[in-house]
């Protein structure tokens, strides 16, 4: 059965069947809008898109891992402003001989990824398209901290990362040499896992700032370099490189240290501090801030990409 067969509304119901609501919604799908508790009176707010053929591929993931890497992606910004997300609202366009039962992997890839940090899907809306697109809208609550921003960082920080680097960009490489393994590379580029709970324990522990690690390390501590007037120095020595990651990038001609400082898509985080915070287990140090601008690779400019650009000429 595909989407035109059920039609606009009997996707819907279909999609909204399979959403369990959370405490912090009020009101759920079904109405004009739904509406979320703010306990402190602020939202914080990111939006994703992911488009097939530029963020995935059908006959490289099903609807399932579609659904948890868009949920993902977003979640994870929540979680680097210091905040514990509680919603989304998901917008899908599709063709309309999509198969349903994709489109119903879909929603269940967004609700079991939503409720790992107990957050729900509250909303969306659906159209018809040529390809399939999926439009995803996070909120989250600071739960009366202030918000973790990218323009904190001072000289004499440390800068620290929580989750995995180099695994999705390694994963990408492997399916697009038409492999299919190692499969915990390939699982890492579908279904990225990024460490929720080190957002708002960041923020907690005195976090400077920090952002989720989408395009790639050295391009977004780019950014946070640019917003905080700064420049950062990251140590080769301070990455570990796995054995899947190696041998991976020994079968395809790669250098492993490339996917971990410029692949996206794993959503780690990155985040500095002050010296003298004791930092958990989830955290490890591999950089430090300093008077001056830029990204620099063991006090060495990095040569090559930097991460991921749109609209970066091919």
């Known amino acids: 059965m595909t989407v035109s067969e059920v039609g606009e509304f009997g996707l819907i119901a279909r999609v909204t069947a399979r959403l369990p609501q959370g405490s912090a919604t009020i009101l759920g799908p079904g109405d004009d809008a739904a509406i979320v508790l703010a306990s402190d009176g602020r939202v914080v707010v990111s939006t994703d898109l992911l488009v097939e053929g530029r963020h995935f591929r059908r006959d490289w993931s099903g609807g399932y891992d579609v659904g948890r890497k868009a949920a993902a992606a977003n979640l994870a910004d929540i979680a680097a402003m210091g905040a514990q997300p509680t919603s989304l609202v998901v917008g899908l366009a599709c063709p309309p001989d999509l198969p349903l039962e994709w489109a119903e992997a879909l929603a269940d890839g967004l609700r ?14 659906v159209s018809r398209a040529d390809s399939v697109i999926v439009a995803v809208t996070a909120l989250g609550d600071l739960q009366g901290r202030a918000p973790v921003t990218r323009a904190g960082a001072r000289a004499g920080d440390v800068v620290a990362v929580a989750g995995r680097l180099g695994w999705s960009a390694a994963g990408h490489a492997v399916l697009s040499r038409g492999f299919r393994s190692p499969r915990v590379l390939v699982d890492a580029h579908r279904r990225p896992e990024p460490p929720y709970a080190a957002g708002p324990a960041a923020s907690v522990l005195g976090a400077t700032a920090m952002c989720d690690v989408s395009d790639g390390l050295i391009a977004d501590l780019g950014h946070l370099a640019v917003a905080s007037g700064v420049g950062i120095d990251l140590r080769r020595d301070a990455f ?9 990038a020994q079968a395809l001609g ?11 898509e794993d959503h780690a985080l990155v985040a500095t501090f002050p010296a003298t915070v004791a930092l958990g287990a989830d955290w490890r140090v591999v ?3 300093r008077v001056g601008s830029g990204v620099t690779v063991d006090g060495e400019p990095w040569e090559g990409t930097a991460g991921h650009d749109h609209f970066a000429r091919p």
């Open 112 to 125: 079991e990824e939503s409720a790992l940090v107990g957050a729900s899907v509250v909303g969306g809306d």
């Open 240 to 248: 570990t490189v796995t054995r899947q990651l190696a041998d991976a």
């Open 254 to 264: 790669k250098d492993p240290i490339d996917w971990v400082l410029t692949g996206g």
């Open 287 to 289: 950089g430090a801030v």
